[in-house]
């Protein structure tokens, strides 16, 4: 597997049990096609671990307290909580519809600000923050390898941070680089008590909170989409690390961007491509064969038409899962496992199970295993090929 910090494919180095931890959504807009690439992502890394005979872990979060769910929930006029359950329903209801390995847990932000108030409480002790006026801020100058895993200059992450959320020009602080752990609240936004004056956590500090809080000091793999590496990330290993004094993470594993037909798929820029209203015209194993035409680790962009390929490729499978004989199959299945065992080259996986589809279909050679042996290589990728095709509504 690819690791971003190391920048090279090396051998997951990992014991029977396998503990990830995946950056969840802020539930505060509908599941879309970035997110459903993310997820499915991690789901067939998964699948490929249990059937290697691991014991997988995964905890995913919900950051339903940040700096994006808050002025979301203040134009609709709603609470921020109310806003979080609806769509964190919604999401929950897209990952059962795409058939993906629930998490052992999905840890919302709003139920740890306990454990991360404990977390900034000994970054304090260990002389890694500074408060202005009830705002803690991380002091990046205490942490030496500060940027090592995104590997980025300084004038780069400068321009990502500002970007991505943060404040490099905040005249408070000691180097454009510090990040905020805790800071007061708007008075209509939601408040905790701390030792330094109520208000409420900064995005970065709850997931290294609840990932250590739940699967301890040293995660095997953690990741998310590109977007996350910086700051999100850099800040999270950052902290946990001058924390706890252990390697926070051993490997991390980033998902690359989708873009919609030639643009960036924004929420501001309006062209979100939503997977409940996919649900609508496509099965939810075409949207998965679609994604999986295109390797984790790149950028690409989504057309309307490549819906309707994934469908005719579902259809395939079906028809070939039906099948009454076809070629040896086991050579189709060693390479379907050596591809998902090259950085998860999914389009591989997914180019041989179609050879061998159209091989049965067209009636090419005898052996009577072949149908069965595609149905297992499908449901190895999180593909049911024993029910027909069914559309959400
Ligand atoms: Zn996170």
Redesign the pocket.
């Known amino acids: 597997m690819y690791d971003t910090a190391r920048r090279a494919v090396v051998p997951l180095d990992v014991g029977h049990e396998v503990r990830i931890y995946v ?1 969840g959504i802020t539930p505060y807009d509908s599941t879309h096609l970035g997110h459903a690439n993310t997820y499915l992502t991690y789901d067939l890394l998964i699948r490929r671990l249990e059937s290697l005979g691991h014991e997988v872990r995964l905890v995913r ?1 919900i950051t339903d307290v940040d700096d994006s769910i808050l002025p979301k929930a203040r134009e609709l006029g709603v609470d921020f909580l109310e806003l979080a359950a609806a769509e964190t329903a919604r999401f929950e209801g897209d990952m059962v519809a795409l058939e993906t390995r629930p998490p052992e847990a999905q840890p919302r932000a709003t139920e740890w600000v306990a454990e991360m108030v404990e977390l900034i409480g000994r970054l304090e002790v260990g002389g890694h923050v500074y408060v202005v006026d009830g705002t803690v801020f991380f002091d990046v100058s205490t942490f030496e390898t500060f940027g090592e895993m995104s590997g980025y200059d300084e004038a780069t992450m400068i321009e990502m941070s500002r970007e991505r959320g943060g404040n490099p020009d905040d005249p408070r602080l000691r180097n454009p680089l510090d990040f905020i752990l805790w800071q007061p609240s708007l008075p209509d936004e939601p408040s905790w008590d701390s030792p330094w004056g109520p208000g409420r956590p900064g995005w970065h500090i ?2 290294s909170a609840m990932s250590m809080s739940l699967l301890g000091n040293t995660l095997d793999i953690h990741g ?1 989409g590109s977007d ?1 590496v910086f700051p ?1 990330h850099e800040a ?1 290993r950052a902290q946990s690390e001058a924390a706890t004094g252990e390697t926070f993470v051993r490997h991390w594993m980033h998902c690359g961007m989708v873009a919609y037909e030639g643009r960036k798929m924004s929420k501001s820029l309006g062209n979100l491509v939503f997977v409940s209203e996919l649900g609508k015209i496509a099965d939810p194993r075409a949207l998965r064969l679609a994604l999986m035409a295109h390797h984790y680790r790149s950028d690409w962009e989504w057309f309307d038409a490549d819906i309707d390929d994934g469908s005719a490729t579902l259809d395939l499978l079906l028809a070939a899962a039906g099948g009454s004989s076809g070629p040896d199959p086991q050579p189709f299945v060693d390479r379907v496992h050596s591809a998902l065992d090259d950085d998860l080259d999914a389009p591989a996986a997914r180019r041989t199970m179609l050879e061998l589809a159209e091989a049965i279909v067209a009636g090419d050679g005898t052996d009577q295993g072949a149908a069965a042996a595609l149905r297992e290589m499908a449901a190895l990728c999180g593909i049911d090929l024993t029910r027909p095709v069914s559309l959400s509504s």
Request: proline share 0%; charged share 25%; glycine share 12%.
């Open positions: 950056c979060n709850e997931c998310g996350l999100h999270e």
